[in-house]
């Protein structure tokens, strides 16, 4: 007996059960694997899969199956669902650094984390300092966000904010 591996309601996260978007799955790694590590958007209509594909990247037997060295990519799901109006730049910053601390395996990333997640205010000055300095360590950050539009619609993270 075939078993549908397609569900409603919830998002896939068994990569198992996570059928076809092969263009779209090696387009992202691709892109990861690029030398000058290109970002990408899904863009699309509510209920497509948006979810059951970050899903799929974010799984640790995926990314190494496409050569995505544990021990160098830093991955970082975060459903930004849970933003309210009362979220603040430097507050997601908090959360998204604390993801990364605890998905990166370079003790002196880790330290480098820890200290400018403990700041009370997360400005672009310590997030360029940040960045610089797991660059030099051959680190690649890799933020999985969904429902992105959370942040672009919330007045504290509007573009005159400042982070």
Same mark, same amino acid.
């Given at each position: 007996?075939?078993?549908?591996?397609?569900?409603?309601?919830?998002?896939?996260?068994? @990569? /198992? $059960?996570?059928?076809? *978007?092969? +263009?779209?799955?090696?387009?992202?790694?691709?892109?990861?694997?690029? =030398?000058?590590?290109?970002?990408?958007?899904?863009?699309?209509?509510?209920?497509?899969?948006?979810?059951?594909?970050?899903?799929?990247?974010?799984?640790?037997?995926?990314?190494?199956?496409?050569?995505?060295?544990?021990?160098?990519?830093?991955?970082?799901?975060?459903?930004?669902?849970?933003?309210?109006?009362?979220?603040? @730049? /430097? $507050?997601?910053?908090? *959360?998204? +650094?604390?993801?990364?601390?605890?998905?990166?395996?370079?003790?002196? =990333?880790?330290?480098?984390?820890?200290?400018?997640?403990?700041?009370?205010?997360?400005?672009?000055?310590?997030?360029?300092?940040?960045?610089?300095?797991?660059?030099?360590?051959?680190?690649?950050?890799?933020?999985?966000?969904?429902?992105?539009?959370?942040?672009?619609?919330?007045?504290?993270?509007?573009?005159?904010?400042?982070?």
């Amino acid at each position: 007996m075939i078993v549908n591996p397609f569900t409603y309601g919830n998002p896939i996260s068994d @990569p /198992s $059960r996570f059928f076809g *978007r092969k +263009l779209e799955v090696e387009q992202v790694f691709s892109r990861l694997r690029n =030398v000058e590590f290109e970002s990408s958007s899904l863009v699309g209509e509510r209920r497509v899969g948006k979810t059951s594909l970050l899903n799929y990247l974010m799984h640790p037997n995926v990314r190494q199956s496409q050569g995505l060295n544990p021990d160098k990519y830093i991955f970082v799901y975060m459903d930004l669902e849970m933003l309210d109006k009362d979220t603040t @730049p /430097s $507050r997601l910053w908090q *959360r998204l +650094l604390r993801q990364m601390e605890r998905s990166c395996s370079n003790h002196e =990333v880790k330290q480098i984390l820890v200290e400018v997640r403990q700041e009370q205010i997360i400005d672009n000055f310590a997030l360029a300092d940040l960045f610089d300095s797991v660059d030099e360590k051959d680190q690649y950050v890799v933020f999985l966000l969904d429902e992105f539009e959370n942040v672009t619609e919330n007045q504290p993270f509007s573009m005159d904010c400042g982070v």
